[in-house]
């Protein structure tokens, strides 16, 4: 067992002939826990957000082309949704990940769209990664992504990067709720809200931009 981990990086080897953690295992676990203290500091936020607005709100973070939600707060139960944690999500449809995927150059997107199918969940979903390049664009200048009608019919969301110390998106909060609840006269307002917590939250995380 020891052989196998050494050979993968979780353990090395000293001089002595005893074992000791490895670079890998590190790194493994402190993005383990830099997800813990992001839920931490994220969660009054979250549920901050859910109340003021009455919209279901989402913390995620990305994974490859894929949005994982970290955290959620529904308004209609006014808990944490624990069977919605873990669950994943098409980056290019939704709100989060426009947001996450924001924080790379258009041949990174690329790269990281690579193996997409763009399925088209509804009329208005983006259907190439050139229609999403576009539109990150329009993410980068205004700060904010929106997801209006692009994952479910009738369902809009809004979403906010939000940084770490180094100025980089770590995560993504949003607010999304059914398109009677989150109306067009309500989208700009929504989005400055959204943002105005997500600055919050990457303040906390030691964001000074």
């Known amino acids: 067992i020891l052989s196998t981990l050494m050979a993968r990086g979780y353990v090395s080897k000293t001089d002595k002939g005893t074992y000791r953690l490895g670079i890998n295992l590190i790194e493994v676990?402190?993005?383990?826990?830099?997800?813990?203290e992001l839920q931490t500091e994220a969660r009054p936020y979250v549920a901050q957000t859910t109340a003021e607005l009455g919209l279901t709100s989402h913390l995620g973070v990305l994974d490859g082309n894929q949005v994982v939600?970290?955290?959620?707060?529904?308004?209609?139960?006014?808990?944490?949704m624990y069977s919605q944690i873990g669950v994943r999500v098409h980056a290019y449809s939704c709100s989060l990940g426009k947001c996450l995927l924001s924080n790379y150059s258009a041949s990174q997107v690329r790269t990281i769209m690579a193996d997409c199918s763009f399925i088209k969940f509804t009329e208005k979903t983006l259907g190439s990664v050139d229609e999403l390049i576009a539109d990150l664009d329009l993410v980068r200048r205004?700060?904010?992504?929106?997801?209006?009608?692009?994952?479910e019919k009738g369902h809009r969301c809004i979403g906010a990067p939000i940084y770490d110390y180094r100025g980089d998106i770590i995560a993504a909060l949003s607010a999304s709720g059914p398109v009677s609840l989150l109306t067009e006269d309500r989208i700009e307002s929504v989005a400055e809200y959204v943002k105005k917590q997500?600055?919050?939250i990457?303040?906390?995380m030691g964001y000074t931009g």
Request: proline fraction near 0%; charge should be negative.
């Open 69 to 80: 939600y970290i955290e959620k707060m529904d308004v209609f139960s006014n808990v944490r």
């Open 142 to 151: 205004r700060g904010w992504a929106i997801d209006d009608e692009e994952s």
């Open 202 to 204: 990457s303040r906390s």
């Open 29 to 36: 676990v402190s993005c383990y826990i830099n997800n813990l």
């Open 198 to 200: 997500a600055l919050e």
